[in-house]
């Protein structure tokens, strides 16, 4: 774990995440990340404080990391800041054996209040290739960043429904003829995972 990586952390008993960048560092004792934007610490606030125990998860060179730990304190001046009990273990589940299946399923996805409407051109249980016509998006792909929580929504073949999925932007690439994201998928309902899986099969994967 290094200073600038993206945790993301969810508080025991809820199902709300965060992402929070993480700042500092001491060993053995405690970590400090930053406290997400203004907007979002107004819907939280009464879930983030001193005691509550969390989740955290975080990518470190295609392998997931995460740890259960407990929040010591919370200051707002001059920054707004949260400390957590450094972990007395830390696990880690290597994603880069999920195989990737091409495919093309059309596909939205949901940043905020704004929606992109594409495809799917690569998936696999940990995440997905989303790709979209930069010119119909123009503005609002200037606005992407990454490590936006968002939620993509699908259609697999012989499924009438779409399926969603909460997820993380991890990156995008932005060319003439299109733009893609690649996405890691986060908290998948079982009912969405088994047919995922069952999809993957289907194609070999």
């Given at each position: 774990m ?12 809820t ?32 879930i983030l ?5 969390i989740t955290?998860k975080?990518m470190h060179?295609?392998?997931?990391f995460?740890?259960?730990s ?5 200051i ?9 009990k ?5 696990d880690s589940y290597?994603?880069?054996g ?13 940043i ?13 249980r ?6 979209i016509e ?10 992407l ?6 939620k993509i ?11 969603n999925v ?6 995008i690439?932005?060319?003439t ?29």
């Open positions: 290094y200073i600038g990586t993206i945790l993301r952390l969810q508080i025991e008993g199902r709300r995440r965060l992402s929070c960048e993480l700042i500092g560092v001491d060993d053995g004792k405690y970590l400090i990340v930053k406290m997400p934007s203004l907007h979002i610490m107004e819907s939280v606030s009464n404080v001193t005691g509550n125990e955290a975080y060179k295609g392998t997931m995460g740890f259960q407990t929040i010591i304190d919370l707002h001046n001059p920054f707004k800041l949260v400390f957590i450094y972990p007395d273990k830390t290597d994603v880069r999920n195989k990737r299946v091409e495919c093309f399923l059309p596909a939205s996805v949901k905020a209040e704004q929606i992109l409407e594409g495809s799917i051109t690569d998936i696999s940990a995440g997905c290739l989303f790709t930069t010119h119909e998006h123009e503005g609002l792909i200037n606005m960043k990454l490590s936006n929580e968002i929504g699908f259609y697999l073949p012989g499924i009438a429904e779409e399926l909460d997820a993380d932007q991890k990156s690439k932005i060319d003829d299109g733009s893609s994201l690649g996405i890691e998928f986060v908290e998948m309902d079982s009912t969405v995972k088994a047919k995922l899986i069952d999809f993957l099969s289907k194609a070999g994967a």
